[in-house]
Nanobody, 127 residues
Framework: QLQLVETGGGLVQAGGSLRLSCAAS????????MGWFRQAPGKERDFVAA????????YYADSVKGRFTTSRDNAKSTVYLQMNSLKPEDTAVYYC????????????????????WGQGTQVTVSS
């Protein structure tokens, strides 16, 4: 079983930055593509970003493209989401997730493709 724990959330003013971390344990994280999703109150869980098993491919939702960057350090079993130029509409609970894909370069955007999930971390952006 793969366990995922997100940290780094908090309260930040609009225009500020946060870096989320997702620490994996229990299995070799390099065997998984990783994704970030977010869910605001009363809304569905939305795709934010994904990174392939090797880290060579990334993909972003249009709403965060150019502001957010995801990366991974497989040696540390950790995935990151650097969030810059934050907006109030970025306020949500952020989740990391692992996709047990066999393809090295895959990045997927549907939550249904992900097999393991963290507990989430709250990000609040004030105006």
């Amino acid at each position: 079983q793969l366990q995922l724990v997100e940290t780094g959330g908090g309260l930040v003013q609009a225009g500020g930055s946060l870096r989320l971390s997702c620490a994996a344990s229990g299995r070799t994280v390099s065997n998984y593509a990783m994704g970030w999703f977010r869910q605001a109150p009363g809304k569905e869980r939305d795709f934010v970003a994904a990174i392939s098993r090797s880290g060579g491919s990334t993909y972003y939702a249009d709403s965060v493209k150019g502001r957010f960057t995801t990366s991974r350090d497989n040696a540390k079993s950790t995935v990151y989401l650097q969030m810059n130029s934050l907006k109030p509409e970025d306020t949500a609970v952020y989740y990391c997730a692992a996709d047990a894909t066999t393809y090295v370069s895959t990045t997927r955007t549907s939550a249904r493709d992900y097999d393991y999930w963290g507990q989430g971390t709250q990000v609040t952006v004030s105006s």
